[in-house]
C-alpha cells in the first residue's frame, strides 16, 4: 500500500532476499506507462494508465494475472487487504479484484478520482467532486464492504483536496487543500475534529501520516504534529524548500525531502527529532527528491533532475550506501519487501532491485513472454 499500509508512515518490514531472487524488470508495453506499486504476500500488483492490472512474483517477476477494467486508471497505487485488490480508474470507478486470480469481485462509481485506504475488512474511500464540479457538488468521504462492495456509510466533505488518506486507532485522517487537518471515526463517518491552517494549495502528495500518536502534516515548508486524539498542534517548524512529497516516521524519527522553491531555498532530505522537529541531519539534493521508504537501518529515496536515480541512505547518519541510475525517466517512491526495492519508471517499466546491495536488472522481461526476470 501507498507508504507502507494505512497509517502511510513509510516503514517495511525488514527482511532477507530470498536466495533464488535475481533483480528483473518486467515492460508492460510500448506507451503503457505504469504507476507506483502495490507489493503484498510475494506478489507485486501494479496498473498501467492504459487501465490494465498486473500481478507478478516479487521473487522472479513471472505475471501471475492481468486483468483489463477498460478505463485509464487515475494516479494512485493498488491497495490490497483482506485477499482483495482495490484500484480506481479516472473517472472514478473503485474495482475490487480477487488477489489471487484478479476476477472482479464488485465495482463501486463515484463520478470523480478517489484516493482509498484499507484495513480489518473495509476500504475507505474520498472522491474528487468538489474540485472536478468546481463546489458545485461536495466530495464524499465513504466506507464499503471489502467482501460485498455494501456501503457502509458515506459523509460529504467540503474541500478540494487530491491527498490520500491515513487510517490508525479507528480514525481517518485527511488534509485539505489549504492544509487543515480533519479526523474522522472510522466506524461512522463522523467528524471528530478539524485543525485549520490558512495557506495555499497543498500538493496532491501530501498526505498525513502517524506514528505513535502523533499525525505528521506537511503545508508548503511546515511540518506540523498534531495529537492524533484531538488534534492539538504540539509542534511546527519550517525548513529550506517546499515539503511537496509525504513524510515518514520510524521510532522517534521523522523523514522527509523537500523541493526547490522559485529557486530561492535549498532542497535537501532530512531527519527530525518527532518531539520538537528538530534537525538531526540533512542530506543536500539540489533537484528535490521523493518520500523516503524505510526499513530497519536503511531509508531508499529516489532523486536527481530527471527524478531518474535511486539511493539507498544511513538512516543513523544520512549518509550514502549507494546510488544507481534508473533511466532517462523518473521513478516512483520504492516500495519494499524482504529486502527487495519495487518502483516503476515513467517508460513502462516495473524494476525489482536488491536493496540492500543496489544490485539492479540487467534486462527487462517483455509481458508478451509472461516470464519471470531470473
Known amino acids: 500500500m501507498l507508504q507502507g499500509g494505512p497509517t502511510r508512515n513509510g ?39 492504459e487501465g490494465v492490472c498486473y500481478a507478478l512474483s516479487a521473487v522472479t517477476g513471472t505475471v501471475r494475472w492481468s486483468t483489463a477494467t477498460g478505463e485509464r486508471m487515475g494516479y494512485t497505487s493498488p491497495v490490497v487487504s483482506d485477499g482483495v485488490v482495490c484500484v480506481t480508474d479516472e473517472i472514478g470507478t473503485l474495482y475490487a479484484l480477487g488477489a489471487e486470480d484478479g476476477q472482479e469481485h464488485w465495482r463501486y462509481r463515484r463520478g470523480s478520482p478517489v484516493r482509498l485506504v484499507a484495513d480489518n475488512g473495509v476500504v475507505y474511500g474520498v472522491d474528487s467532486a468538489w474540485l472536478y464540479n468546481r463546489g458545485a457538488n461536495p466530495s464524499t468521504l465513504f466506507a464499503l464492504d471489502l467482501g460485498s462492495g455494501e456501503l457502509l456509510w458515506r459523509t460529504d466533505v467540503f474541500d478540494r483536496s487530491l491527498t490520500h488518506p ?3 486507532d479507528g480514525r481517518i485522517f485527511r488534509t485539505s487543500e489549504v492544509g487543515d487537518l480533519t479526523a474522522f471515526d472510522a466506524a461512522t463517518g463522523d467528524r471528530l475534529w478539524r485543525v485549520t491552517c490558512d495557506s495555499r494549495l497543498v500538493n496532491a502528495s501530501n498526505t498525513p501520516c502517524v506514528g505513535d500518536g502523533v499525525v505528521y502534516a506537511a503545508v508548503q515548508s511546515t511540518l506540523f504534529a498534531h495529537a492524533a486524539e484531538d488534534g492539538e498542534v504540539l509542534w511546527r517548524r519550517a525548513y529550506e524548500g517546499l515539503i511537496r512529497e509525504s513524510v515518514s516516521v520510524l521510532g522517534d524519527t521523522v523523514y522527509f525531502s523537500t523541493r526547490p522553491y522559485s529557486g530561492r531555498n535549498s532542497a535537501a532530505s532530512y531527519a527530525v527529532d518527532a518531539a520538537s522537529g528538530e534537525i538531526r541531519w540533512q542530506w543536500a539534493n ?36 549507494w546510488k544507481r541510475r534508473l533511466g532517462p525517466k523518473g521513478g516512483t517512491v520504492p516500495v519494499l519487501w524482504n529486502g527487495i526495492a519495487f518502483l516503476a519508471t515513467h517508460l513502462d ?26
Open 11 to 49: 516503514v517495511y518490514p525488514e527482511g532477507t532476499v530470498p536466495e533464488d531472487f535475481r533483480p528483473w524488470q518486467f515492460r508492460a508495453g510500448r506507451h503503457k506507462a505504469l504507476l507506483s506499486p502495490t507489493v503484498c504476500d510475494g506478489t507485486v500488483y501494479v496498473c498501467s494508465q
Open 166 to 168: 491515513a487510517l490508525a
Open 286 to 321: 539540489p533537484d528535490g527528491a521523493s518520500a523516503i521508504a524505510l526499513s530497519g537501518p536503511s531509508g531508499w529515496v529516489v532523486s536527481g533532475r530527471d527524478m531518474n536515480y535511486l539511493y539507498a541512505i544511513d538512516l543513523a547518519t544520512g549518509t550514502r550506501r
Open 349 to 374: 517499466r516495473l524494476n525489482a532491485i536488491d536493496a540492500w546491495t543496489g544490485q539492479i536488472p540487467s534486462r527487462f522481461v517483455p509481458f508478451s513472454h509472461v516470464v519471470g526476470g531470473r
